[in-house]
């Protein structure tokens, strides 16, 4: 509360290199100061304001001058600012969470005129197929992550993959819809071939879909597959005896057993990291064989009573050890039933 108009203009006029700026609960700060930082900090990239009252004219008055500006996030009415989204050339990184409005018109403005969006994030927003469409002009896309969208199928994310090609990170949580499953990540498979980075969250794919991905997609090297109703032991196997370059491994809420946990410790021959969570058919017996045949191997797995109580969700989970206190699982338990996210953790 501190921080007024007076110390961003003197920020601004000391730090004139300053590429990144986030303001978090300024309630001092206007228009005037954020102005300053427009007209004093030309190689301004990344501007965040959260729980702010700079309102529109704050954020116009620094966009409007700073042409390099390249991530805009944490925006509180995020449609306000669809004709800047759609006006920026130089926009690479855009992440839509929870914004209200219609975002397929936004999306499909920014498709047309060819952006250069490489990043994008589309998490708990109204969009749909028409959204994705787009998205699908944005030819050299890296990264995509379209979670809890119940609009969005597999017609949507088909012309994704066929056009964005270049595409490296995908992460999709289909909210248990079944609107997006072995057809559009046989699309993925057929077309990105040079994807390394797969999270498929709340979707129904069979041994059909994995399998196409683990014979086109060989540079595939981190995946996820979280409560997936569909992924068995047959559907394990296929993963371990096909996806050589896969190095870390995250299975959460599935219907495996011990013997789909022993054919990945056999096969996968560049894996590092594999983490096993909520799957009630795994055994802790399975613990002790996989150290023993691969020993190189960090295997982390837990079937704790708390965490299953939510088994939805999809935790940060920062633990080096198998074992975690009592408390320390409570404590998580209950920021989880608080915060209520889905969130993905690559650095398990």
């Known amino acids: 509360m501190s921080v007024n108009d007076e110390g961003l203009i003197l920020i601004s006029l000391q730090c004139v290199n300053l590429t990144w700026l986030k303001l978090r ?31 529109i004219k704050g954020i116009n008055a620094v966009i409007s001058r700073c042409q390099g500006l390249e991530e805009l996030f944490e925006i509180v009415n995020g449609q306000s600012f669809a004709p800047l989204m759609i ?10 969470i929870g914004c209200l ?12 005129l060819h952006s250069v969006l490489v990043d994008v994030h589309l998490e708990k927003i109204q969009v749909s197929d028409v959204g994705l469409v787009g998205l699908s002009k944005c030819l050299g896309l890296d990264t995509l992550h379209i979670v809890k969208t119940a609009e969005c199928s597999n017609v949507g994310l088909n012309l994704v993959a066929k056009n964005c090609r270049m595409l490296r990170k995908l992460h999709v949580d289909g909210w248990r819809t079944n609107r997006i499953g072995d ?12 994807l390394q980075e797969l999270a498929s969250i ?23 597959l979280c409560g997936l109703n569909t992924v068995g032991d047959a559907e394990i196997e296929c993963v371990a005896n096909k996806c050589v370059a896969l190095k870390k491994l995250c299975i959460k809420g599935c219907p495996i057993s011990n013997v789909g946990i022993e054919a990945l410790a056999s096969g996968c021959p560049n894996l590092i990291k594999f983490k096993v969570r909520r799957c009630r058919k795994v055994t802790s017996m399975v613990v002790e064989w996989v150290h023993e045949h691969r020993e190189s191997l960090a295997f982390s797995f837990d079937n704790s009573d708390y965490e299953a109580l939510n088994a939805s969700q999809i935790d940060h989970d920062h633990a080096a050890n198998d074992v975690i206190h009592f408390t320390e699982k409570m404590r998580r338990w209950l920021l989880q039933q608080k915060h209520q996210m889905i969130t993905m953790d690559w650095q398990c």
Not at 25 to 49: D, P, Q, Y
Not at 87 to 96: D, E, Q, T
Not at 101 to 111: P, Y
Not at 183 to 194: R, S, Y
């Open 87 to 96: 006006g920026s050339k130089r926009l690479r990184s855009l992440k839509v």
């Open 25 to 55: 609960g300024c309630r001092e700060i206007t228009e005037a100061g954020m102005a300053a930082v427009g007209e004093n900090c030309k190689a301004l990239k990344k501007l965040s304001c959260a729980s702010c009252v700079i309102g």
């Open 101 to 112: 409005g219609d975002w397929d018109d936004t999306l499909e403005k920014i498709g047309n």
């Open 183 to 194: 057809d559009g990540l046989i699309f993925v498979a057929k077309h990105c071939i040079n």
């Open 202 to 224: 709340g979707i129904y794919p069979t041994s059909s879909s994995l399998e196409a991905i683990a014979s086109k997609c060989k540079a595939l090297e981190r995946l996820a």
